[in-house]
T-cell receptor
């Protein structure tokens, strides 16, 4: 089984809808991250969490919110989706500082 | 200015060729360095960490030049299966354990 899983894998939604992307990990890592990837722009950090009580904004947090329900679960919400949020979204974990990141398989989101 | 910059390529090389990529980073406080590989529309996966003394893993060699603030990846005897996008990643520790990703260099290895 994969160490980092994301659901859904693909999602089509309409402008203005609220959607949630979920991430679960079995690696036992405290640190979790949400990124989005757009063609030619690389990965941009949306939010990151160092533990259940510590959540921080990344470079592009506007229009997004997160919830860290447990060490193993980190959810990303789009409160009111807009077309320029169409992207590939990755969840990742790492532990401890300086160590590598492990990515989930990604969620492809299309906002119409 | 971007934290991490890479030549997007593509680098088109024949099988068996040697190819090298560079990546520059802007923050001298960067402390950890990595190369990730990403296949089309899939998740990035760690290829190798980059150590100050340089390191080698099979056909892959990574180097770090702190004075000039760049890292490099050398691939020898390229295989068709090496075709992918290679992401340069730097990490700064401390209160903000943030990873900065380059936009990637695309490699196409041709038969």
């Amino acid at each position: 089984d994969a160490d980092v899983t994301q659901t859904p894998r693909n999602r089509i939604t309409k402008t203005g809808k609220r959607i949630m992307l979920e991430c679960s990990q079995t690696k036992g890592h405290d640190r979790m991250y949400w990124y989005r990837q757009d063609p030619g722009l690389g990965l941009q950090l949306i939010y990151y969490s160092f533990d259940v009580k510590d959540i921080n904004k990344g470079e592009i947090s506007d229009g997004y919110s997160v919830s860290r329900q447990a060490q193993a679960k980190f959810s990303l919400s789009l409160e009111s989706a807009i077309p320029n949020q169409t992207a590939l979204y990755f969840c990742a974990t790492s532990d401890p500082p300086g160590e590598t990141q492990y990515f989930g398989p990604g969620t492809r989101l299309l906002v119409l | 200015r971007k934290e991490v910059e890479q030549d997007p390529g593509p680098f088109n090389v024949p099988e068996g060729a040697t190819v090298a990529f560079n990546c520059t980073y802007s923050n001298s406080a960067s402390q950890s360095f990595f190369w990730y590989r990403q296949d089309c529309r899939k998740e990035p996966k760690l290829l190798m960490s980059v150590y100050s003394s340089g390191n080698e893993d099979g056909r892959f060699t990574a180097q770090l030049n702190r004075a000039s603030q760049y890292i490099s990846l050398l691939i020898r005897d390229s295989k068709l299966s090496d075709s992918a996008t290679y992401l340069c990643v730097v990490n700064m520790w401390g209160n903000f354990n943030k990873f900065y990703f380059g936009s990637g260099t695309k490699l196409n290895v041709k038969p």
